[in-house]
């Protein structure tokens, strides 16, 4: 039998990407890959690549820069391009930069086998249609390999939003939920395999629909799988957060108080320019009625500051509307303009004020983050440990609030869920104590 070919996955931007590079790497499993983390001795490079904020394409050249002088050590080497640049700007990729075999959108991998034969026969081969044929039908099972505690599972792709300033409406489509069963399926495959914790994901996940019940029928129906002790799901739209899911914050033990859902404005004319078709006082309204289903909720969320047209005034309301949620952590960003979206053709404000209030965002955003990981100190958590960590006789692994907490324990504790009293706060992490069960 001749040695197997490897395929070596660079994996950039959201969540949804590095379950797509799993992915990915199963389907073409099936033509005799097997994984390397070093590009230096691959058959297949594959960069799995994200559009959605700017320079994306040129990242993905000067990438495509790094690789070529791999193709003289191995003339057999191919190399792909994957994601949501795949999608938007992959033929452009195609014809200027010869060195790609191959390109395939986020809609079409499972098409990937078919692709990679044709490349060994010298051929290019270019996929990015949003094709008929359901992707997760014809990719088989999950792999049985033993994996880590914790997993991602798409059940939900696509958007029909259109916020002025997103990309993803264009180079992930529309909405699509993937049926219940399936989903269930391969939790249950993902639990045999040692997960013990999912993490449900689409671009706008609790507007999945491929349960009468919606995502917190999914979760019920997860809720019942025996082996899987946690369950987590990202990322929300406050318009989507129904009554069901509220309701199952408070009720079902499975689902971890964490919860990521992105505003990106505090001001009502800014809100209304990027089309997001909810007000600040909306989320406020909700964050109030989620925290009455569960207290402890820790919440995270998404801002763009310098929103084309946003006043001093306006992101002072952002500022106050961060002041009035607290967030336990958050990402913020500079308005990005992206080719093709409405916000594109609007006058952008000087790079100067979006640094300016990038910093100050920034600065309070972290002052909050600080403050919850100290109000951590004292209290009891559990913990999902994960892995060794750096020194001797420790392990690291997640609190139900998402915290990294480590703490000294046997190498054991690995895949279960432990108590753990945490006793200080490190920058990014917390420190806790093994209490006994
Ligand atoms: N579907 C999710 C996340 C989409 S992308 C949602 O609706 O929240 C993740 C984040 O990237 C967004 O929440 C937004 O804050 C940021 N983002 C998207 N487009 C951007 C752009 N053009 N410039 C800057 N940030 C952007
Ligand atoms: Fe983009 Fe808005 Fe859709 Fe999120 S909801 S993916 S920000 S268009
Ligand atoms: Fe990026 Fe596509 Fe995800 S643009 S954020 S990889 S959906």
Redesign the pocket.
């Known amino acids: 039998m001749s040695a197997p070919k490897k395929l070596f996955i660079k994996t950039y931007g959201c969540q949804m990407n590095v379950y797509d590079s799993e992915r990915m790497a199963e389907a073409l499993g099936g033509n005799g890959y097997v994984e390397t983390k070093t590009p230096e001795d691959a058959d297949m490079i594959l960069l799995n690549t994200c559009h959605i904020r700017e320079k994306a394409a040129e990242k993905v050249y000067s990438e495509l820069g790094r690789m070529k002088p791999l193709k003289d050590i191995n003339p057999n080497l191919k190399i792909g391009i994957a994601g949501c640049v795949a999608q938007a700007e992959g033929e452009e990729i195609m014809r200027r930069a010869p060195v790609v075999d191959l390109v395939v959108g986020p809609q079409s991998y499972h098409r990937l086998p078919a692709m990679d034969d044709a490349v060994q026969t010298g051929a290019k081969a270019l996929d990015t249609d949003f094709p008929d044929d359901d992707k997760f039908e014809t990719l088989k099972a999950r792999s049985k390999a033993k994996r880590g505690p914790t997993a991602f599972l798409t059940v939900q792709e696509g ?1 029909d ?3 002025a300033f ?1 990309v ?2 264009y180079t992930r489509g529309a909405e699509v939920s993937r049926p219940a069963d399936r989903i269930i399926r391969e939790a249950q495959e993902l639990v045999e395999s040692g997960v013990r914790e999912i993490t449900l994901l689409g ?2 996940v609790n507007a999945y629909h491929g349960h009468d019940g919606g995502l917190a029928g999914l979760i019920w129906e997860l809720d019942k799988v025996d082996g899987l002790e946690r369950i987590r799901f990202t990322t929300s ?1 406050p318009n989507d957060m129904d009554d069901a899911l509220i309701d199952a914050h408070g009720t079902c033990e499975k689902l971890m108080p964490y919860l990521h859902l992105p505003v990106q404005s505090g001001s009502n004319r800014i809100l209304k320019a990027m089309n997001r078709k909810h007000t600040a006082e909306g989320y406020l309204r909700l964050i109030e009625r989620i925290r009455a289903a569960r207290p402890d909720l820790l919440l995270s969320g998404d801002f763009i500051v310098g929103f084309p047209g946003e006043t001093d005034q306006d992101f002072e309301d952002t500022m106050q509307l961060v002041r009035d949620v607290h967030y336990g952590q958050a990402y913020s960003f500079k308005y990005s303009t992206r080719p093709g979206t409405p916000a594109a053709e609007k006058p952008q404000l000087p790079e100067d004020v979006m640094n300016d209030r990038l910093q100050r965002l920034q600065g309070l955003l972290r002052e909050q983050q600080i403050a919850t990981q100290a109000s951590m100190v004292g209290r009891d958590v559990k913990v999902l440990f994960e892995k060794a960590g750096r020194e001797a006789g420790q392990m690291i692994g997640k609190s139900e609030y998402l915290h990294a907490v480590f703490a000294e324990a046997p190498a054991d504790v690995i895949g279960t869920v432990r108590r753990v009293r945490i006793i200080d706060d490190a920058t990014n992490s917390l420190k806790g104590e093994l209490l006994s069960q």
Do not use: G
């Open positions: 958007c939003k259109f916020c997103c993803v409406p671009q706008n739209h």
